[in-house]
Protein backbone atom coordinates (compact mmCIF):
# COMPACT_ATOMS: atom_id res chain seq x y z
CA UNK A 1 0.00 0.00 0.00
CA UNK A 2 2.75 2.80 1.11
CA UNK A 3 4.82 1.93 -1.92
CA UNK A 4 1.94 1.96 -4.72
CA UNK A 5 2.17 6.23 -4.99
CA UNK A 6 5.88 6.26 -4.57
CA UNK A 7 6.52 3.76 -7.46
CA UNK A 8 4.55 5.90 -9.48
CA UNK A 9 7.57 8.47 -8.92
CA UNK A 10 10.30 5.75 -9.32
CA UNK A 11 9.01 3.45 -11.88
CA UNK A 12 7.06 6.04 -14.11
CA UNK A 13 8.66 5.01 -17.23
CA UNK A 14 8.94 7.84 -20.14
CA UNK A 15 7.27 6.37 -23.01
CA UNK A 16 6.17 9.47 -25.59
CA UNK A 17 7.52 12.54 -25.89
CA UNK A 18 4.81 14.42 -24.64
CA UNK A 19 5.79 16.27 -21.95
CA UNK A 20 4.19 14.91 -19.22
CA UNK A 21 4.60 11.50 -17.42
CA UNK A 22 1.39 9.04 -18.40
CA UNK A 23 0.19 6.90 -15.62
CA UNK A 24 1.13 3.46 -15.51
CA UNK A 25 0.25 1.54 -12.55
CA UNK A 26 -3.34 0.67 -12.48
CA UNK A 27 -3.11 1.20 -8.36
CA UNK A 28 -2.19 4.73 -7.20
CA UNK A 29 -2.87 6.03 -3.98
CA UNK A 30 -2.74 10.04 -3.72
CA UNK A 31 -3.44 11.94 -0.35
CA UNK A 32 -6.70 14.32 -0.49
CA UNK A 33 -5.99 17.99 -0.86
CA UNK A 34 -3.28 17.46 -3.50
CA UNK A 35 -3.28 18.30 -7.21
CA UNK A 36 -2.93 14.96 -9.25
CA UNK A 37 -3.16 13.71 -13.13
CA UNK A 38 -3.77 10.56 -14.88
CA UNK A 39 -2.82 10.25 -18.11
CA UNK A 40 -2.85 7.15 -20.83
CA UNK A 41 0.32 5.75 -21.76
CA UNK A 42 -0.48 5.95 -25.45
CA UNK A 43 0.94 3.81 -28.47
CA UNK A 44 3.23 5.64 -30.99
CA UNK A 45 0.09 4.53 -33.43
CA UNK A 46 -2.51 5.92 -31.26
CA UNK A 47 -0.53 9.01 -31.00
CA UNK A 48 -0.03 10.00 -34.48
CA UNK A 49 -3.99 9.09 -35.16
CA UNK A 50 -5.77 11.89 -33.42
CA UNK A 51 -8.93 11.69 -34.96
CA UNK A 52 -10.37 9.13 -32.65
CA UNK A 53 -12.85 10.53 -29.88
CA UNK A 54 -12.06 10.18 -26.62
CA UNK A 55 -13.44 9.31 -23.41
CA UNK A 56 -13.44 9.19 -19.77
CA UNK A 57 -15.78 7.33 -17.60
CA UNK A 58 -15.67 7.08 -13.70
CA UNK A 59 -16.83 3.93 -11.56
CA UNK A 60 -19.66 5.86 -9.41
CA UNK A 61 -20.20 2.99 -7.42
CA UNK A 62 -23.87 2.14 -7.48
CA UNK A 63 -24.77 4.23 -11.22
CA UNK A 64 -22.24 2.20 -12.43
CA UNK A 65 -20.05 4.29 -15.48
CA UNK A 66 -20.53 7.55 -16.00
CA UNK A 67 -18.93 9.78 -18.51
CA UNK A 68 -16.74 12.64 -17.17
CA UNK A 69 -17.39 16.13 -18.83
CA UNK A 70 -15.45 19.71 -18.13
CA UNK A 71 -18.91 20.23 -15.96
CA UNK A 72 -18.83 17.28 -13.54
CA UNK A 73 -17.07 19.29 -10.93
CA UNK A 74 -15.10 22.24 -10.46
CA UNK A 75 -12.15 19.84 -9.69
CA UNK A 76 -11.52 18.05 -12.91
CA UNK A 77 -10.15 19.38 -16.25
CA UNK A 78 -10.24 17.28 -19.43
CA UNK A 79 -7.71 17.52 -21.76
CA UNK A 80 -7.85 14.49 -24.14
CA UNK A 81 -5.60 11.35 -22.71
CA UNK A 82 -5.15 13.76 -19.24
CA UNK A 83 -7.95 13.75 -16.44
CA UNK A 84 -6.45 16.67 -14.27
CA UNK A 85 -7.63 16.78 -10.47
CA UNK A 86 -6.96 20.74 -8.44
CA UNK A 87 -7.15 19.30 -6.39
CA UNK A 88 -8.21 15.44 -5.70
CA UNK A 89 -10.44 14.79 -3.15
CA UNK A 90 -11.74 11.73 -0.87
CA UNK A 91 -15.13 11.93 -3.46
CA UNK A 92 -12.88 11.37 -6.35
CA UNK A 93 -11.98 7.69 -5.09
CA UNK A 94 -12.43 5.16 -7.50
CA UNK A 95 -11.78 3.50 -10.53
CA UNK A 96 -11.49 5.35 -13.65
CA UNK A 97 -11.49 4.28 -17.54
CA UNK A 98 -10.14 6.46 -20.56
CA UNK A 99 -11.03 4.98 -23.91
CA UNK A 100 -9.74 6.16 -27.34
CA UNK A 101 -11.30 3.76 -30.43
CA UNK A 102 -11.34 0.65 -29.47
CA UNK A 103 -8.11 1.08 -26.74
CA UNK A 104 -9.36 1.33 -23.39
CA UNK A 105 -7.36 1.48 -19.94
CA UNK A 106 -8.45 1.49 -16.03
CA UNK A 107 -6.91 3.00 -13.11
CA UNK A 108 -8.06 2.85 -9.53
CA UNK A 109 -7.54 5.50 -7.28
CA UNK A 110 -7.17 4.89 -3.53
CA UNK A 111 -7.46 8.72 -1.92
CA UNK A 112 -5.69 8.85 1.66
CA UNK A 113 -7.06 11.20 4.38
CA UNK A 114 -5.00 14.39 5.08
CA UNK A 115 -3.51 14.07 8.77
CA UNK A 116 -4.73 16.67 10.81
CA UNK A 117 -1.82 16.14 13.74
CA UNK A 118 1.04 16.04 11.00
CA UNK A 119 2.40 17.47 8.10
CA UNK A 120 2.52 14.06 6.20
CA UNK A 121 0.92 11.21 6.29
CA UNK A 122 1.74 7.45 7.45
CA UNK A 123 0.64 5.82 5.26
CA UNK A 124 1.78 7.86 2.55
CA UNK A 125 5.44 7.58 2.98
CA UNK A 126 8.79 6.17 1.72
CA UNK A 127 10.78 4.23 4.03
CA UNK A 128 14.75 4.25 4.02
CA UNK A 129 16.83 2.34 5.98
CA UNK A 130 20.72 3.57 5.94
CA UNK A 131 23.75 1.97 7.09
CA UNK A 132 25.92 4.23 9.38
CA UNK A 133 28.33 6.31 7.82
CA UNK A 134 26.86 5.57 4.54
CA UNK A 135 26.05 8.16 2.39
CA UNK A 136 23.01 9.39 3.40
CA UNK A 137 21.16 11.35 0.54
CA UNK A 138 17.33 12.99 0.30
CA UNK A 139 16.45 14.84 -2.87
CA UNK A 140 13.46 16.79 -3.18
CA UNK A 141 12.42 16.33 -6.80
CA UNK A 142 8.60 15.58 -8.49
CA UNK A 143 8.65 13.93 -11.41
CA UNK A 144 4.86 14.87 -12.08
CA UNK A 145 4.56 18.68 -11.89
CA UNK A 146 8.57 19.55 -12.24
CA UNK A 147 7.77 22.75 -14.50
CA UNK A 148 4.81 24.37 -12.83
CA UNK A 149 6.58 23.94 -9.31
CA UNK A 150 7.29 27.09 -7.81
CA UNK A 151 9.11 26.49 -4.27
CA UNK A 152 9.67 23.16 -2.32
CA UNK A 153 10.72 22.97 1.34
CA UNK A 154 12.12 20.09 3.71
CA UNK A 155 11.38 19.07 6.70
CA UNK A 156 12.76 16.84 9.03
CA UNK A 157 10.27 15.88 12.34
CA UNK A 158 7.26 18.47 10.41
CA UNK A 159 9.75 21.53 11.29
CA UNK A 160 11.55 23.40 8.58
CA UNK A 161 15.17 22.93 7.48
CA UNK A 162 15.09 24.83 4.09
CA UNK A 163 13.87 26.07 1.60
CA UNK A 164 14.88 26.92 -2.13
CA UNK A 165 13.55 27.63 -5.80
CA UNK A 166 15.10 24.43 -6.79
CA UNK A 167 15.11 21.27 -5.27
CA UNK A 168 16.33 21.06 -1.97
CA UNK A 169 18.53 18.35 -0.75
CA UNK A 170 20.56 16.85 1.93
CA UNK A 171 23.44 14.85 0.86
CA UNK A 172 25.50 13.31 4.04
CA UNK A 173 27.37 10.52 6.13
CA UNK A 174 24.32 9.03 7.97
CA UNK A 175 24.95 9.47 11.65
CA UNK A 176 22.38 7.96 14.13
CA UNK A 177 20.78 11.53 14.87
CA UNK A 178 19.92 12.23 11.37
CA UNK A 179 17.18 9.17 11.92
CA UNK A 180 13.89 11.18 11.84
CA UNK A 181 10.87 11.92 9.10
CA UNK A 182 12.33 14.07 6.24
CA UNK A 183 9.40 15.92 3.86
CA UNK A 184 9.40 17.73 0.77
CA UNK A 185 6.38 19.65 0.43
CA UNK A 186 6.54 21.23 -3.14
CA UNK A 187 4.35 24.23 -3.88
CA UNK A 188 2.75 25.15 -6.95
CA UNK A 189 0.51 27.69 -8.39
CA UNK A 190 -2.92 27.03 -10.44
CA UNK A 191 -4.83 29.36 -11.80
CA UNK A 192 -3.73 31.49 -8.94
CA UNK A 193 -4.38 29.54 -6.21
CA UNK A 194 -1.44 27.67 -4.22
CA UNK A 195 -1.41 23.79 -3.74
CA UNK A 196 0.91 21.84 -1.83
CA UNK A 197 1.96 18.24 -2.56
CA UNK A 198 4.35 16.06 0.05
CA UNK A 199 7.06 13.45 -0.33
CA UNK A 200 8.29 11.99 3.13
CA UNK A 201 11.32 9.29 3.68
CA UNK A 202 11.36 8.09 7.17
CA UNK A 203 15.03 7.51 7.21
CA UNK A 204 15.96 4.64 9.91
CA UNK A 205 19.76 4.64 10.43
CA UNK A 206 21.16 0.98 11.08
CA UNK A 207 24.09 -0.71 12.26
CA UNK A 208 26.89 -1.47 9.35
CA UNK A 209 26.66 -4.39 7.89
CA UNK A 210 22.91 -5.14 8.19
CA UNK A 211 21.59 -5.02 4.85
CA UNK A 212 21.24 -7.82 2.41
CA UNK A 213 21.39 -7.81 -1.71
CA UNK A 214 17.53 -8.48 -2.53
CA UNK A 215 16.90 -11.21 -4.37
CA UNK A 216 13.75 -12.97 -5.94
CA UNK A 217 13.72 -16.55 -5.25
CA UNK A 218 13.00 -19.13 -7.84
CA UNK A 219 15.00 -19.51 -10.93
CA UNK A 220 14.68 -16.51 -14.29
CA UNK A 221 11.19 -17.59 -16.28
CA UNK A 222 9.02 -20.08 -14.37
CA UNK A 223 6.41 -22.07 -16.95
CA UNK A 224 3.24 -22.33 -15.27
CA UNK A 225 0.66 -24.47 -16.89
CA UNK A 226 -2.64 -23.22 -17.10
CA UNK A 227 -5.97 -24.22 -18.33
CA UNK A 228 -7.49 -21.26 -20.50
CA UNK A 229 -11.20 -20.07 -18.10
CA UNK A 230 -9.74 -21.07 -14.98
CA UNK A 231 -8.13 -18.82 -12.27
CA UNK A 232 -4.70 -18.88 -11.46
CA UNK A 233 -2.41 -17.03 -8.72
CA UNK A 234 0.98 -16.71 -8.80
CA UNK A 235 3.25 -16.00 -5.39
CA UNK A 236 6.74 -14.85 -5.48
CA UNK A 237 9.07 -14.64 -3.08
CA UNK A 238 12.46 -12.85 -2.00
CA UNK A 239 14.59 -11.83 0.26
CA UNK A 240 14.82 -8.37 0.93
CA UNK A 241 15.69 -5.52 3.44
CA UNK A 242 12.73 -3.94 5.44
CA UNK A 243 12.41 -0.75 3.12
CA UNK A 244 13.00 -2.59 -0.63
CA UNK A 245 10.39 -2.38 -3.16
CA UNK A 246 8.58 -5.35 -3.62
CA UNK A 247 5.96 -5.41 -6.66
CA UNK A 248 4.99 -7.37 -9.37
CA UNK A 249 4.66 -5.55 -12.79
CA UNK A 250 2.06 -6.53 -15.75
CA UNK A 251 1.84 -3.75 -17.51
CA UNK A 252 2.16 -3.38 -21.35
CA UNK A 253 0.74 -0.47 -23.47
CA UNK A 254 -0.13 -2.98 -26.23
CA UNK A 255 -2.13 -5.93 -23.73
CA UNK A 256 -4.67 -5.50 -21.10
CA UNK A 257 -5.17 -7.37 -18.37
CA UNK A 258 -7.96 -6.60 -16.64
CA UNK A 259 -8.11 -9.93 -15.11
CA UNK A 260 -4.75 -9.60 -13.23
CA UNK A 261 -4.82 -8.14 -9.89
CA UNK A 262 -1.68 -7.79 -7.60
CA UNK A 263 -2.43 -8.55 -4.01
CA UNK A 264 -1.65 -5.22 -2.15
CA UNK A 265 -0.35 -6.36 1.02
CA UNK A 266 2.64 -8.35 1.11
CA UNK A 267 3.49 -11.61 3.36
CA UNK A 268 6.61 -11.43 5.31
CA UNK A 269 8.61 -13.23 7.60
CA UNK A 270 11.89 -14.12 8.95
CA UNK A 271 14.36 -17.71 8.25
CA UNK A 272 17.79 -17.78 9.44
CA UNK A 273 17.64 -14.23 10.28
CA UNK A 274 16.52 -12.96 6.81
CA UNK A 275 13.41 -11.33 6.01
CA UNK A 276 11.06 -13.19 2.85
CA UNK A 277 8.11 -11.80 1.42
CA UNK A 278 5.54 -13.03 -0.80
CA UNK A 279 3.08 -11.40 -2.90
CA UNK A 280 0.60 -12.75 -4.96
CA UNK A 281 -0.45 -11.97 -8.25
CA UNK A 282 -3.89 -13.36 -9.04
CA UNK A 283 -5.28 -14.28 -12.44
CA UNK A 284 -8.63 -14.85 -12.52
CA UNK A 285 -10.41 -16.77 -15.65
CA UNK A 286 -6.65 -17.08 -17.98
CA UNK A 287 -7.33 -16.11 -21.29
CA UNK A 288 -5.51 -16.36 -24.74
CA UNK A 289 -4.08 -12.68 -23.92
CA UNK A 290 -2.20 -13.93 -20.56
CA UNK A 291 -0.55 -16.81 -21.92
CA UNK A 292 3.29 -16.48 -22.92
CA UNK A 293 3.54 -12.48 -21.53
CA UNK A 294 6.21 -11.86 -19.06
CA UNK A 295 4.62 -11.24 -15.99
CA UNK A 296 7.58 -10.01 -13.74
CA UNK A 297 7.97 -10.00 -10.02
CA UNK A 298 10.73 -7.15 -9.01
CA UNK A 299 12.50 -6.37 -5.72
CA UNK A 300 14.55 -3.20 -5.81
CA UNK A 301 16.46 -1.00 -3.67
CA UNK A 302 18.75 2.09 -4.90
CA UNK A 303 21.49 0.15 -4.61
CA UNK A 304 20.04 -3.38 -6.42
CA UNK A 305 17.20 -4.69 -8.42
CA UNK A 306 16.35 -8.29 -9.22
CA UNK A 307 13.55 -9.64 -11.36
CA UNK A 308 12.19 -13.14 -12.23
CA UNK A 309 9.61 -13.38 -14.91
CA UNK A 310 6.11 -16.57 -14.89
CA UNK A 311 5.12 -17.49 -17.82
CA UNK A 312 1.52 -19.04 -18.52
CA UNK A 313 1.42 -21.82 -21.26
CA UNK A 314 -1.45 -23.68 -21.75
CA UNK A 315 -1.66 -26.97 -20.17
CA UNK A 316 -1.60 -29.99 -22.57
CA UNK A 317 -4.87 -32.07 -23.34
CA UNK A 318 -4.72 -34.47 -20.16
CA UNK A 319 -4.76 -32.66 -16.98
CA UNK A 320 -1.68 -34.21 -16.65
CA UNK A 321 0.50 -35.18 -19.68
CA UNK A 322 0.92 -39.21 -19.16
CA UNK A 323 4.51 -39.72 -19.62
CA UNK A 324 5.06 -37.04 -17.07
CA UNK A 325 2.00 -38.78 -15.23
CA UNK A 326 3.93 -42.00 -15.18
CA UNK A 327 7.30 -40.64 -15.11
CA UNK A 328 6.02 -38.84 -11.60
CA UNK A 329 5.33 -42.53 -10.39
CA UNK A 330 8.24 -43.85 -11.35
CA UNK A 331 10.27 -40.92 -9.54
CA UNK A 332 8.39 -41.29 -6.42
CA UNK A 333 8.65 -44.78 -6.19
CA UNK A 334 12.45 -44.83 -6.69
CA UNK A 335 12.54 -41.87 -4.46
CA UNK A 336 10.47 -44.01 -1.81
CA UNK A 337 12.26 -47.29 -2.50
CA UNK A 338 15.83 -45.49 -2.53
CA UNK A 339 14.57 -43.84 1.25
CA UNK A 340 13.76 -46.84 2.47
CA UNK A 341 16.87 -49.26 1.42
CA UNK A 342 19.16 -46.50 2.92
CA UNK A 343 17.14 -46.80 6.36
CA UNK A 344 17.07 -50.39 5.94
CA UNK A 345 20.76 -50.36 5.07
CA UNK A 346 21.77 -48.12 8.00
CA UNK A 347 19.76 -50.43 10.45
CA UNK A 348 21.78 -53.54 8.81
CA UNK A 349 25.17 -52.14 9.17
CA UNK A 350 24.53 -49.85 11.82
CA UNK A 351 27.14 -51.67 13.52
CA UNK A 352 29.68 -51.13 10.91
CA UNK A 353 29.06 -47.49 10.56
CA UNK A 354 29.23 -47.63 14.33
CA UNK A 355 32.36 -48.22 13.91
CA UNK A 356 33.65 -46.52 11.42
CA UNK A 357 32.90 -43.50 13.43
CA UNK A 358 34.20 -44.56 15.76
CA UNK A 359 37.77 -44.44 13.81
CA UNK A 360 36.83 -41.57 12.33
CA UNK A 361 36.77 -39.49 15.14
CA UNK A 362 39.46 -41.47 17.01
CA UNK A 363 36.86 -42.13 19.77
CA UNK A 364 38.02 -43.46 23.00
CA UNK A 365 35.85 -44.15 26.30
CA UNK A 366 38.54 -46.18 27.98
CA UNK A 367 40.43 -42.62 29.22
CA UNK A 368 38.60 -41.16 32.29
CA UNK A 369 36.61 -44.60 33.66
CA UNK A 370 39.65 -45.29 36.06
CA UNK A 371 39.09 -49.02 35.36
CA UNK A 372 41.87 -51.68 34.71
CA UNK A 373 40.02 -53.80 32.48
CA UNK A 374 38.45 -53.45 29.30
CA UNK A 375 36.31 -56.69 29.74
CA UNK A 376 35.85 -59.56 32.92
CA UNK A 377 35.38 -62.67 30.96
CA UNK A 378 33.31 -65.58 32.70
CA UNK A 379 32.66 -68.79 31.24
CA UNK A 380 32.10 -72.45 32.89
CA UNK A 381 35.20 -73.67 34.84
CA UNK A 382 34.65 -75.81 37.68
CA UNK A 383 32.62 -79.19 36.90
CA UNK A 384 34.04 -79.60 33.37
CA UNK A 385 37.41 -80.57 32.14
CA UNK A 386 39.22 -77.65 31.43
CA UNK A 387 40.51 -78.44 27.50
CA UNK A 388 37.10 -78.41 25.51
CA UNK A 389 35.99 -75.86 22.92
CA UNK A 390 34.67 -73.42 25.31
CA UNK A 391 37.81 -73.38 26.95
CA UNK A 392 40.03 -72.72 23.94
CA UNK A 393 37.33 -69.92 23.01
CA UNK A 394 37.32 -68.14 26.36
CA UNK A 395 41.25 -68.04 27.08
CA UNK A 396 42.75 -68.58 23.34
CA UNK A 397 40.50 -67.36 20.49
CA UNK A 398 39.01 -64.28 22.49
CA UNK A 399 42.01 -62.72 24.15
CA UNK A 400 43.81 -63.43 20.15
CA UNK A 401 41.36 -61.42 18.59
CA UNK A 402 40.12 -58.66 20.93
CA UNK A 403 43.49 -58.27 22.77
CA UNK A 404 46.23 -58.83 20.00
CA UNK A 405 44.32 -57.77 17.29
CA UNK A 406 42.12 -55.27 18.89
CA UNK A 407 44.09 -53.75 21.84
CA UNK A 408 41.73 -54.32 24.11
CA UNK A 409 42.50 -55.52 27.89
CA UNK A 410 40.76 -58.67 29.27
CA UNK A 411 40.33 -60.40 32.55
CA UNK A 412 40.12 -63.92 32.61
CA UNK A 413 39.62 -65.21 35.66
CA UNK A 414 41.37 -68.55 35.02
CA UNK A 415 44.52 -66.41 33.08
CA UNK A 416 45.09 -63.68 35.23
CA UNK A 417 43.61 -64.48 38.75
CA UNK A 418 43.97 -67.49 40.58
CA UNK A 419 44.19 -70.98 39.15
CA UNK A 420 41.24 -72.71 40.19
CA UNK A 421 40.33 -71.03 43.22
CA UNK A 422 37.20 -68.86 42.91
CA UNK A 423 36.63 -66.32 45.55
CA UNK A 424 33.20 -64.44 45.21
CA UNK A 425 34.57 -61.17 46.45
CA UNK A 426 37.33 -61.44 44.08
CA UNK A 427 35.43 -61.72 41.55
CA UNK A 428 33.29 -59.14 42.45
CA UNK A 429 35.81 -56.35 42.35
CA UNK A 430 37.32 -57.52 39.05
CA UNK A 431 34.21 -57.45 37.88
CA UNK A 432 33.94 -53.35 39.25
CA UNK A 433 37.19 -53.05 37.37
CA UNK A 434 36.04 -54.32 33.71
CA UNK A 435 33.93 -52.14 31.40
CA UNK A 436 31.86 -55.04 29.90
CA UNK A 437 31.40 -58.46 31.64
CA UNK A 438 31.48 -60.95 28.82
CA UNK A 439 29.27 -64.52 30.19
CA UNK A 440 30.42 -67.54 27.44
CA UNK A 441 27.07 -68.92 27.17
CA UNK A 442 26.49 -72.18 26.98
CA UNK A 443 24.49 -75.66 27.82
CA UNK A 444 27.14 -76.49 30.86
CA UNK A 445 27.44 -73.28 31.73
CA UNK A 446 23.13 -73.77 32.42
CA UNK A 447 23.42 -76.54 33.91
CA UNK A 448 25.93 -75.64 36.63
CA UNK A 449 25.37 -74.56 39.88
CA UNK A 450 28.98 -72.99 39.89
CA UNK A 451 26.95 -69.99 37.83
CA UNK A 452 25.58 -68.64 41.12
CA UNK A 453 29.07 -66.92 42.07
CA UNK A 454 27.82 -64.76 39.04
CA UNK A 455 24.28 -63.78 40.28
CA UNK A 456 25.49 -61.54 42.37
CA UNK A 457 27.97 -59.70 40.15
CA UNK A 458 25.41 -60.20 37.78
CA UNK A 459 23.11 -58.05 39.69
CA UNK A 460 24.72 -55.31 40.41
CA UNK A 461 25.95 -55.00 36.44
CA UNK A 462 22.16 -55.19 35.51
CA UNK A 463 20.43 -53.35 38.14
CA UNK A 464 22.51 -50.75 38.93
CA UNK A 465 23.60 -50.57 35.52
CA UNK A 466 27.15 -50.15 36.29
CA UNK A 467 28.88 -52.70 33.52
CA UNK A 468 27.34 -53.84 30.52
CA UNK A 469 26.86 -57.28 29.94
CA UNK A 470 27.71 -59.17 27.06
CA UNK A 471 26.52 -62.51 26.24
CA UNK A 472 28.16 -65.09 23.99
CA UNK A 473 26.11 -68.10 22.82
CA UNK A 474 29.11 -70.36 22.29
CA UNK A 475 26.45 -73.48 22.28
CA UNK A 476 22.93 -73.39 20.84
CA UNK A 477 21.26 -73.28 24.11
CA UNK A 478 17.62 -74.75 24.37
CA UNK A 479 16.64 -74.41 27.60
CA UNK A 480 16.48 -70.69 28.26
CA UNK A 481 14.48 -71.16 31.89
CA UNK A 482 17.31 -71.81 33.00
CA UNK A 483 18.78 -68.46 32.88
CA UNK A 484 19.28 -66.49 36.28
CA UNK A 485 17.07 -64.52 35.91
CA UNK A 486 19.02 -61.33 36.31
CA UNK A 487 20.40 -62.62 32.44
CA UNK A 488 16.77 -62.98 31.29
CA UNK A 489 16.75 -58.96 31.09
CA UNK A 490 19.17 -58.06 28.94
CA UNK A 491 18.41 -56.92 25.57
CA UNK A 492 18.91 -59.38 22.65
CA UNK A 493 21.33 -57.51 21.25
CA UNK A 494 23.44 -58.11 23.89
CA UNK A 495 23.57 -61.59 22.85
CA UNK A 496 26.40 -63.04 20.12
CA UNK A 497 26.06 -66.21 18.92
CA UNK A 498 29.23 -68.11 18.15
CA UNK A 499 28.94 -69.64 14.39
CA UNK A 500 32.04 -71.60 14.22
CA UNK A 501 33.87 -71.26 11.21
CA UNK A 502 31.69 -68.75 9.79
CA UNK A 503 32.89 -66.40 12.72
CA UNK A 504 36.58 -67.06 12.80
CA UNK A 505 37.46 -64.23 10.21
CA UNK A 506 38.37 -60.95 12.13
CA UNK A 507 35.79 -59.09 10.08
CA UNK A 508 33.15 -61.31 10.65
CA UNK A 509 29.97 -60.27 12.04
CA UNK A 510 30.30 -62.20 15.14
CA UNK A 511 33.59 -59.76 15.93
CA UNK A 512 32.20 -56.77 14.71
CA UNK A 513 29.09 -56.90 16.74
CA UNK A 514 31.21 -57.81 19.73
CA UNK A 515 33.57 -55.03 19.20
CA UNK A 516 30.71 -52.34 18.53
CA UNK A 517 29.81 -53.60 22.24
CA UNK A 518 33.03 -53.37 23.59
CA UNK A 519 33.51 -49.90 24.29
CA UNK A 520 35.42 -47.33 21.79
CA UNK A 521 39.17 -47.56 22.20
CA UNK A 522 41.56 -45.39 20.64
CA UNK A 523 44.41 -47.30 20.80
CA UNK A 524 45.69 -50.31 18.42
CA UNK A 525 48.25 -52.84 19.16
CA UNK A 526 51.47 -53.26 17.01
CA UNK A 527 51.71 -55.60 14.97
CA UNK A 528 48.35 -56.15 13.27
CA UNK A 529 48.49 -60.13 11.73
CA UNK A 530 46.47 -61.15 8.32
CA UNK A 531 42.70 -60.05 8.42
CA UNK A 532 41.20 -63.36 8.08
CA UNK A 533 43.30 -65.59 9.74
CA UNK A 534 41.78 -68.88 11.01
CA UNK A 535 41.57 -68.58 14.47
CA UNK A 536 40.87 -72.00 15.97
CA UNK A 537 42.65 -75.23 15.64
CA UNK A 538 40.51 -77.39 13.15
CA UNK A 539 38.63 -80.10 15.22
C1 LIG B 1 -0.88 22.12 1.99
O1 LIG B 1 -2.23 22.26 1.55
C2 LIG B 1 -3.20 21.90 2.52
C3 LIG B 1 -4.57 22.06 1.88
O2 LIG B 1 -4.66 21.28 0.75
C4 LIG B 1 -3.05 22.74 3.77
O3 LIG B 1 -3.98 22.31 4.74
C5 LIG B 1 -1.65 22.61 4.31
O4 LIG B 1 -1.45 23.47 5.40
C6 LIG B 1 -0.64 22.95 3.23
N1 LIG B 1 0.70 22.71 3.72
C7 LIG B 1 1.64 23.62 3.79
C8 LIG B 1 2.93 23.19 4.35
O5 LIG B 1 1.43 24.75 3.42
C1 LIG C 1 -6.95 6.87 -37.95
O1 LIG C 1 -8.17 6.23 -37.56
C2 LIG C 1 -9.21 6.31 -38.56
C3 LIG C 1 -10.50 5.69 -37.96
O2 LIG C 1 -10.24 4.49 -37.24
C4 LIG C 1 -8.73 5.56 -39.83
O3 LIG C 1 -9.71 5.65 -40.80
C5 LIG C 1 -7.43 6.20 -40.29
O4 LIG C 1 -6.90 5.48 -41.40
C6 LIG C 1 -6.37 6.23 -39.18
N1 LIG C 1 -5.20 6.98 -39.62
C7 LIG C 1 -3.94 6.58 -39.43
C8 LIG C 1 -2.84 7.46 -39.90
O5 LIG C 1 -3.69 5.48 -38.88
C1 LIG D 1 -21.76 16.11 -17.77
O1 LIG D 1 -21.88 15.09 -16.78
C2 LIG D 1 -22.88 15.26 -15.81
C3 LIG D 1 -22.79 14.14 -14.82
O2 LIG D 1 -21.48 13.90 -14.47
C4 LIG D 1 -24.23 15.30 -16.50
O3 LIG D 1 -25.26 15.57 -15.54
C5 LIG D 1 -24.23 16.37 -17.57
O4 LIG D 1 -25.42 16.33 -18.31
C6 LIG D 1 -23.06 16.21 -18.54
N1 LIG D 1 -22.99 17.34 -19.45
C7 LIG D 1 -22.78 17.18 -20.76
C8 LIG D 1 -22.68 18.41 -21.57
O5 LIG D 1 -22.67 16.05 -21.28
C1 LIG E 1 6.44 31.63 -7.66
O1 LIG E 1 5.14 32.25 -7.66
C2 LIG E 1 5.13 33.60 -7.30
C3 LIG E 1 3.70 34.08 -7.24
O2 LIG E 1 2.97 33.63 -8.32
C4 LIG E 1 5.96 34.39 -8.37
O3 LIG E 1 6.00 35.72 -7.98
C5 LIG E 1 7.35 33.82 -8.43
O4 LIG E 1 8.09 34.41 -9.44
C6 LIG E 1 7.32 32.33 -8.71
N1 LIG E 1 8.63 31.79 -8.68
C7 LIG E 1 9.08 30.87 -9.53
C8 LIG E 1 10.46 30.41 -9.37
O5 LIG E 1 8.37 30.37 -10.39
C1 LIG F 1 8.15 9.46 12.12
O1 LIG F 1 6.93 8.97 11.65
C2 LIG F 1 6.52 7.76 12.23
C3 LIG F 1 5.25 7.31 11.53
O2 LIG F 1 4.32 8.33 11.43
C4 LIG F 1 6.33 7.96 13.74
O3 LIG F 1 5.95 6.73 14.33
C5 LIG F 1 7.63 8.44 14.33
O4 LIG F 1 7.44 8.74 15.71
C6 LIG F 1 8.12 9.68 13.62
N1 LIG F 1 9.44 10.03 14.10
C7 LIG F 1 9.77 11.23 14.55
C8 LIG F 1 11.16 11.41 15.01
O5 LIG F 1 8.93 12.14 14.59
C1 LIG G 1 9.71 -8.48 -17.86
O1 LIG G 1 11.11 -8.59 -17.90
C2 LIG G 1 11.67 -8.84 -19.18
C3 LIG G 1 13.15 -8.98 -19.03
O2 LIG G 1 13.45 -9.76 -17.93
C4 LIG G 1 11.31 -7.69 -20.11
O3 LIG G 1 11.80 -7.97 -21.40
C5 LIG G 1 9.79 -7.54 -20.16
O4 LIG G 1 9.45 -6.41 -20.92
C6 LIG G 1 9.24 -7.35 -18.75
N1 LIG G 1 7.79 -7.32 -18.82
C7 LIG G 1 7.05 -6.44 -18.16
C8 LIG G 1 5.57 -6.57 -18.28
O5 LIG G 1 7.55 -5.56 -17.49
Redesign the pocket.
Known sequence: MYYELFLTFFILVIKSISEQICSSRSHINVVEGEPFYLKYCSTSLSQKNKTHPTRWFKNNGLYGWVELNTSSSPRITLHDDILEFWPVELDDQGSYIFQVGHDTREWTLNVIKRNKH?C?N?EH?LNKRIEVHKSLQITCDNTLYAKQINRTSLYK??EKISQSNKNPSIQKNAEFRD???YSCVFFLYHNGKLYNITK?F?ITVVPEHSKVIPAVLGPEFSYVEVQLGKDVELICSALLNEDDTFYWNFHDDNVLHPNVHEEQSMRTWISEGKRHASKTLRIEKVTENNLNFLYNCTVTNPEATDTRSFILIRKGMTDIPGHMFTGGIVMAVVLSVAVVCSVILCIIYKVDVALFYRRLVKRDETLTDGKTYDAFVSYLRVCHPEHGEEYTFAVETLPKVLEKHFGYKLCIFERDVVPGGAVVEEIHSLIQKSRRLIIILSETFMSNEARFELESGLHEALVERKIKVILIEFMPVRNFTLLPQSLKLLKSHRVLKWKAQESLPYNSRFWKNLLYLMPAKATKPSGIELEVMPILPTP
Do not use: A, K, Q, Y
Request: proline share 0%; charged share 20%.
Open positions: SFEVNCEGNTI
